[in-house]
């Protein structure tokens, strides 16, 4: 009894963890350490990325590779930022203009399709939503020659207005919201009819407040997909001032024929920022978007 008294007394962890693991919470315990263990593996590069941010050229390239910086410095963005070199306020504009254009189109788009093809009946519903859903699966490399053929023939090269006209339509997003709505119960769509409400008003004041979580997910989804754009954007802006944020931190990142790493990272950071913000604003509705949108139908 006196050495279960001194036991308790001074060593109170021991007790506490043998408590936990009698209790059976041992293995709560373990799955926690171990998605720890991976989400630290996962976000150590993008912690890499912001420390690289503040040290100096050479020290980025060190072998081995260390975390912290030897001597903080602010000469990367001081370089980035700086505006005889490239005018990244200008492409941070262009960006953020561009992203929210697209991302405002295509959840009304895709939310209006979604609904038509869920609850409307029209001849061959079925097969046009098939033939949208196939574009899907073609690879955007394929589309590329075609696009700059169309884009070219609207007089549209070198405009932000390329980069907005041909994601108006997205086919993943109609699929989305049609499965979310399908999911919906009819009978609400059946009593707003019996109301004497027209399908758009329908959709305008019932579906559109009960798909805000997907309406949350998909705008989060386009808005990554949109804003770190590179390919489309390479192919068709040239001018300087319209250049988005990708393609002026590569700009910058090209120094005297060879690759300026100090630029790199203090640009990566830099495009991070507002996706990592609008991902943190919608992150519960992301989360339940997800959850719930069905696939049936």
């Given amino acids: 009894m006196a050495s279960a008294k001194i036991t308790r007394r001074r060593f109170p962890i021991v007790l506490a963890i043998r408590a936990e693991l009698t209790s059976g919470r041992w293995i ?3 799955i926690g350490l171990i998605l720890a263990v991976f989400s630290f593996v996962m976000f150590y590069p993008f912690i890499w990325l912001i420390l690289s941010s503040f040290k100096e050229a050479p020290d980025i390239l060190r072998i081995p590779v260390s975390l912290l910086p030897q001597k903080w410095t602010l000469s990367a963005y001081e370089m980035v930022l700086d505006p005889r070199r490239a005018n990244l306020p200008r ?4 960006s953020i203009m561009v992203t929210v254009s697209v991302v405002v189109t295509v959840v ?11 609850r409307l009946r029209f001849p061959g519903r079925q097969i046009l939503f098939y033939l949208i859903l196939s574009t899907a699966m ?13 884009v070219k023939y609207l007089t549209l090269m070198d405009t932000l207005w390329a980069l907005w006209v041909p994601s108006i339509f997205n086919s993943f997003g109609i699929f989305l919201c049609r499965q979310f709505i399908y999911g919906i119960p009819v009978e609400l769509y059946d009593a707003a009819k019996m109301d004497g409400a027209g399908d758009f008003g329908i959709y305008h004041h019932i579906i559109v407040h009960l798909i805000k979580p997907v309406m949350s997910a998909l705008a989060i989804f386009e808005f990554l997909g949109v804003f770190n754009s590179f390919l489309w954007p390479l192919v068709v802006l040239n001018t300087e001032d319209r250049l988005t944020l990708p393609l002026i931190i590569r ?8 690759t300026d790493y100090q630029a790199i990272m203090a640009g990566s950071v830099l495009v991070s920022i507002p996706p990592l913000i609008v991902f943190l604003i919608f992150q519960r509705n992301f989360v339940k978007g997800i959850a719930l949108t069905g696939l049936k139908g």
């Fill in 251 to 258: 700009r910058m990142a090209d120094r005297f024929g060879g």
């Fill in 138 to 150: 073609v690879p955007f490399i394929t589309l590329l020659i075609p696009l700059y053929i169309v």
């Fill in 108 to 118: 009304f788009t895709s939310s209006l399709c979604g609904y038509a093809f869920a």
């Fill in 91 to 94: 492409a941070y504009l262009n």
């Fill in 28 to 30: 709560e315990w373990l």
